[in-house]
């Protein structure tokens, strides 16, 4: 964990010696992307059109090694004001060996394709916070967690809240979460159904003209079945977030979350390790065209 969390800081720190003022730099923020593993509620302008690339990193069970890594390819456009739709495909790399409850496997693969709708109800700039509402659909042919072949299908429902807290220097986010997933696994032919529940925080502050520094926090709640059945686990996870403006049509996005408290059902343990990862990282990199 300290020599995850070290590498992360000497990257960031790395990045901000030797990033360039950017003189041109517009006030205020574009939420759109400056966060990690959440959402702001900025969606574009009419007519835009971005290419985007997302890796997530997902680290640690409650034994053996689990290292699960998902790179995702998006295209993003904005047909109206205020609405914005992108697709996406993802590849995933799964390394597990010795975890319980999870069958040892080593293998990459295509995982499935995503739809992402947003749109804004609230502007910032003419209420008292930005209101967002989006829904991303998937269907997959891989579980994201075990690797296993089957067919998954999810919704992620998101509410997200923002607001400028001090003029062109800080921003603080909310986001609500509620995500049902259905899955029938190939080799068992066995059925799961669940839901995860979920509440985020995230504050980010401008130390130069073209980047961000701050951290989220994000705290889940995972049930049985779709309708928030039976209570299975919970997690807080907390990390860093970077983001830097890398030139008027690119930018990067840094973020790492370690799961500081969580607790299975029917246990006593600091940690859910069963429901959760350990660690979870992600890297964007966005560019319009």
């Known amino acids: 964990m300290r020599v995850t969390a070290l590498s992360f800081w000497m990257v960031v720190a790395c990045s901000v010696a030797l990033a360039p003022a950017r003189a041109g730099a517009e006030e205020g923020f574009d939420t759109e992307h400056i966060f990690g593993f959440m959402i702001g509620t900025d969606v574009g302008t009419p007519g835009e059109r971005e290419l985007q690339s997302e890796t997530t990193g997902r680290f640690g069970k409650g034994g053996g090694t689990y290292r699960a890594l998902s790179q995702e390819i998006e295209i993003e456009v904005v047909p109206l004001p205020n609405f914005r739709i992108e697709v996406g495909g993802t590849t995933t790399l799964h390394d597990i060996t010795g975890v319980p409850d999870i069958d040892d496997r080593r293998q990459l693969n295509f995982q499935g394709a995503s739809l992402d709708l947003r749109y804004r109800l609230l502007d910032r700039e003419r209420a008292p916070f930005g209101l967002t509402v989006a829904a991303e659909f998937h269907g997959d042919r891989i579980d994201e967690t075990s690797g296993a072949k089957g067919r998954m299908y999810g919704t992620d429902l998101t509410l997200a809240f923002d607001r400028e807290l001090?003029?062109?220097?800080?921003?603080?986010?909310?986001?609500?979460?509620?995500?049902?997933?259905?899955?029938?696994?190939?080799?068992?032919?066995?059925?799961?159904?669940?839901?995860?529940?979920?509440?985020?925080?995230?504050?980010?502050?401008?130390?130069?003209?073209?980047?961000?520094?701050?951290?989220?926090?994000?705290?889940?709640?995972?049930?049985?079945?779709?309708?928030?059945?039976?209570?299975?686990?919970?997690?807080?996870?907390?990390?860093?977030?970077?983001?830097?403006?890398?030139?008027?049509?690119?930018?990067?996005t840094l973020s790492w979350s370690m799961q500081a408290w969580g607790r299975p059902t029917g246990s006593a343990a600091n940690l859910d390790l069963v429901n959760f990862e350990r660690h979870q990282a992600r890297l964007v990199f966005g560019v319009n065209f």
């Open 166 to 252: 001090i003029p062109n220097f800080a921003i603080g986010a909310l986001n609500l979460i509620y995500q049902p997933e259905w899955a029938r696994f190939e080799i068992a032919g066995q059925s799961e159904k669940s839901s995860t529940i979920g509440v985020a925080f995230a504050g980010m502050a401008r130390v130069r003209p073209n980047i961000l520094l701050g951290g989220e926090l994000r705290y889940f709640r995972q049930y049985e079945g779709i309708g928030l059945g039976e209570f299975a686990g919970q997690a807080l996870f907390v990390g860093p977030t970077a983001y830097f403006q890398l030139s008027e049509r690119s930018r990067l």
